[in-house]
């Protein structure tokens, strides 16, 4: 018998004492690499421990309600012998996000079908995550065909049946849909009951001031728009230039980009900067490492790739942590302007809402202009009005010219 492998919960960044909200496998399942173990969750984002390798699960340390840090043991492992695949069992399968259309057409017709007969979900052969989104979706995974070797069904099959697109059925919500007019009552979700917890400790704690500037984005408007017309490989966003612009300031203004530490503040060097992220889940705020070291196309690309990790409930730990401030732009909403909460140890966080063309008197008549309404939020305790304002007139004045980030 191979030794037993101690699977831990690995480096989760600034997070600690997390609850366990599933566990996603049992005692005797196989797991491939890569397969979620359990699910932890955070006032931020609900993050997947994975598999570090392939093989059997003898016995797991913790159970649903458990906290755990980095380092805290999960389960205890059987390693596969060698590289082979259990008998039986699937392939290590890649990520969702990584698995080629080609790969996912030859297990489809190398594998037996299933039979379509009711199981118990515990007796049927499906992946962990599988499992996991059947919960979450309400199916009914003894009515599920598998397209996976073996057999196995994936979390293609469940997304398939519980979208009407499979052979196989959804099962029936347990509850009727209230009829109109009646009175419903929706329990919050973790994250939601998490973050309302911190945020309402944020904004008894932290006394808060907001400023509002505009600034006139009318010329990086129009570079932004000839930066897409020339290249199709990333979509920059004005988020991204925000990114850079923020960035430039901050280097100007360390101050706002610090923490409290007792009587004692702490100027951070590294320029990581979290966006605010609406998600299917909630919010979540994704961190860009070194902007000030990147450029646009690259911040750019960031931007995305992030954004999509976010709406699929892929970050990683390191992807949401470390920021020292923190972006929140309602653009592709709509709005005037807003007062955004401090998210500590963070002293502030710039709130950003839709552009609109106005009229500005230019001294001798009034030129159409495109404006961009910035609220930055602040710590009252570490910034005061002045430096804010200096702060957000120097933010505007790269936002009108960027070429002032290469001076």
Not at 40 to 67: H, N, Y
Not at 138 to 148: H, K, R
Not at 231 to 254: D, G, R
Not at 314 to 325: D, I, N, R, T, Y
Request: proline share 7%; with cysteine; aromatic share 2%.
């Amino acid at each position: 018998m191979a030794s037993l492998t101690e699977v831990a919960v690995p480096d989760i960044g600034d997070f600690s004492d997390i609850p366990i909200v599933a566990i996603l496998v049992s005692v005797g399942d196989t797991v491939a690499v890569e397969d979620p173990l359990v699910e932890i969750e955070s006032d931020k984002a609900t993050l997947e421990v994975p598999a570090p390798q392939a093989g059997v699960v003898k016995e797991l340390k913790v159970s649903v309600g458990d906290t755990v840090s980095e380092g805290t043991v999960l389960l205890l492992l059987e390693p596969s012998e060698g590289d082979a695949a259990p008998v039986k069992e699937d392939e290590p399968e890649p990520k969702i996000e990584e698995k080629s259309e080609e790969v996912a057409q030859e297990s489809s017709e190398k594998a037996p079908q299933q039979a379509e007969s009711a199981k118990d979900d515990e007796d049927v052969h499906a992946s962990p995550i599988a499992r996991r989104v059947a919960r979450d979706l309400g199916v009914d995974l003894g009515t599920v065909s598998g397209s996976g070797r073996g057999g196995r069904i994936t979390k293609e099959d469940v997304e398939a049946a519980a979208g009407g697109t499979g052979t196989s059925t959804p099962a029936k919500p347990s509850a009727a849909a209230p009829a109109p007019g009646e009175v419903q009552r929706i329990e919050l979700s973790r994250i939601q009951k998490a973050s309302a917890k911190n945020l309402q400790g944020a904004w008894q704690t932290i006394p808060h001031v907001t400023h509002h500037e505009d600034a006139d984005i009318t010329t990086l408007e129009a570079f932004r728009k000839q930066l897409n017309a020339e290249q199709s490989e990333v979509k920059v966003t004005m988020v991204a230039l925000l990114l850079k612009a923020t960035a430039a300031t901050i280097q100007e203004f360390p101050k706002f980009a610090s923490s409290l530490d007792g009587d004692e503040l702490v100027v951070k060097p590294d320029l990581h900067i979290g966006f605010a992220a609406d998600t299917p889940n909630g919010l979540v705020v994704p961190v860009v490492r070194d902007v000030a070291h990147k450029g646009i196309l690259q911040l750019a690309g960031e931007l995305t790739e992030l954004s999509g990790k976010a709406r699929a409930g892929k970050l990683s730990p390191k992807e949401m942590s470390g920021a020292v401030f923190t972006i929140s732009s309602l653009g592709g909403i709509g709005g005037t302007g807003f007062t955004p909460i401090v998210n500590p140890p963070q002293v502030c966080v710039l709130g950003v809402v839709r552009s609109a063309m106005k009229p500005v008197w230019d001294g001798q008549e009034f030129q159409p202009r495109m404006m961009l309404p910035l609220s930055l939020s602040y710590d009252h305790r570490v910034i005061d009005g002045a430096a804010a304002a200096r702060f957000c007139a120097h933010l505007a004045k790269v936002l009108a010219d960027l070429r002032r980030v290469l001076l």
